[in-house]
């Protein structure tokens, strides 16, 4: 995305990541409009002094205050070397939601400026076509007709999931490697809390005698033993996705990009340590009840 030099009102100038959209735009990509309205077919072809902005640039460049109706000013490029919208100061008419806007690893744009274009304009670079149904055939007519129109001119067609699966491909390689290793931490996970737990019910084996002793029944002890285990498991597992849940939020921050958080993996991880414990405390209960009070008293 390029840069260009803006001045919020009663601010400081400083660089902010532009594009030139027609409207449609973000319907078509399925960007929200947070506030406010999108450009129209006119103001478009009239390049209009008009923008919307992300919601991350609204909160820099305005923080604390309604982002509608401010206004921005254009400062003159410092190079040649890029384009930069005709108008000095514009008007902002929406605000939008936080999109990546280059590559992936860029992560979410700190800052978006939006200015009105139609697809006429001679700086316009893409054309993006939303289609229904079956994709490979709707491809091929867009680019017979673009071809037709434009014959001397060099013209490539591909799907908006082609282009982005050159960027998504090293992150699914990641993700399919590091499927083994958490698997294996799964594993590990509740060999730990099983054996820890198990070590700690069998610690018990003279409480469990001294309670049989004293007329509890076996069934009313592997209940209290293994509720109790349940709790403390559910316990620690609530804390561990609280933890997870700040650390995936300090990586968030460093690395500006935004975490994909999966409800169902967070919630089988939990059950695993919460299943474990009941396992690790049910099956030692129900051996040292099975003994004798006298065996179990007289037990180290």
């Given at each position: ?16 990541g ?8 973000f319907?078509?990509?399925g960007?929200?409009?947070l ?16 923008i ?6 609204a909160?820099l460049f ?14 003159p490029?410092?190079t040649?070397?890029?384009?930069q919208?005709?108008?000095t100061?514009?008007t902002?008419i ?11 690893l860029d ?8 200015f009105p ?15 229904h149904?079956?994709a ?13 129109a434009?014959?001397?001119t ?6 908006l999931?082609?282009?982005?699966a050159?960027?998504v ?6 993700s399919?490697?590091s499927?083994l290793?958490?698997a294996i ?18 610690q018990?084996t ?6 049989m ?18 709790r403390?498991?559910?316990?620690a597992?609530?804390?561990?996705l609280f ?9 968030a921050?460093?690395?500006g ?5 999966s409800?169902?993996?967070y ?8 299943v ?21 008293l007289?037990?180290?």
């Amino acid at each position: 995305m390029p840069l260009l030099r803006v001045t919020p009102q009663a601010g400081v100038t400083q660089s902010a990541g532009f594009m030139a959209v027609s409207p449609g735009y973000f319907d078509t990509l399925g960007v929200r409009v947070l506030r406010g309205r999108e450009f129209t077919r006119a103001e478009a072809e009239q390049h209009a002094a008009l923008i919307l902005v992300s919601e991350a640039t609204a909160r820099l460049f305005w923080p604390g205050r309604d982002p509608i109706d401010q206004k921005l000013d254009i400062a003159p490029p410092l190079t040649d070397r890029h384009r930069q919208p005709a108008v000095t100061r514009a008007t902002v008419i929406g605000i939008v939601e936080d999109v990546v806007n280059g590559t992936l690893l860029d992560g979410v744009a700190r800052t978006s400026v939006y200015f009105p274009a139609v697809a006429a304009d001679p700086e316009a670079g893409w054309l993006l076509v939303r289609t229904h149904g079956d994709a490979a055939v709707p491809e091929n007519r867009i680019a017979k007709a673009l071809r037709d129109a434009h014959p001397a001119t060099a013209i490539e067609v591909g799907a908006l999931r082609q282009h982005a699966a050159v960027q998504v491909w090293s992150f699914r390689l990641f993700s399919n490697a590091s499927s083994l290793p958490a698997a294996i931490g799964l594993l590990l996970a509740f060999a730990g809390v099983y054996g820890v737990v198990a070590f700690l019910m069998t610690q018990r084996t003279r409480e469990f005698g001294i309670r049989m002793a004293l007329g509890a029944t076996a069934g009313r002890i592997v209940r209290n033993v293994v509720s109790t285990a349940i709790r403390t498991a559910t316990l620690a597992a609530v804390l561990g996705l609280f933890g997870t849940a700040g650390i995936m939020r300090g990586i968030a921050a460093i690395s500006g990009l935004r975490p994909v958080i999966s409800p169902s993996i967070y919630t089988a991880g939990a059950v695993i340590v919460v299943v474990a414990a009941a396992i690790a405390s049910l099956i030692p209960a129900m051996r040292a009840t099975k003994l004798d009070p006298s065996a179990a008293l007289r037990a180290d």
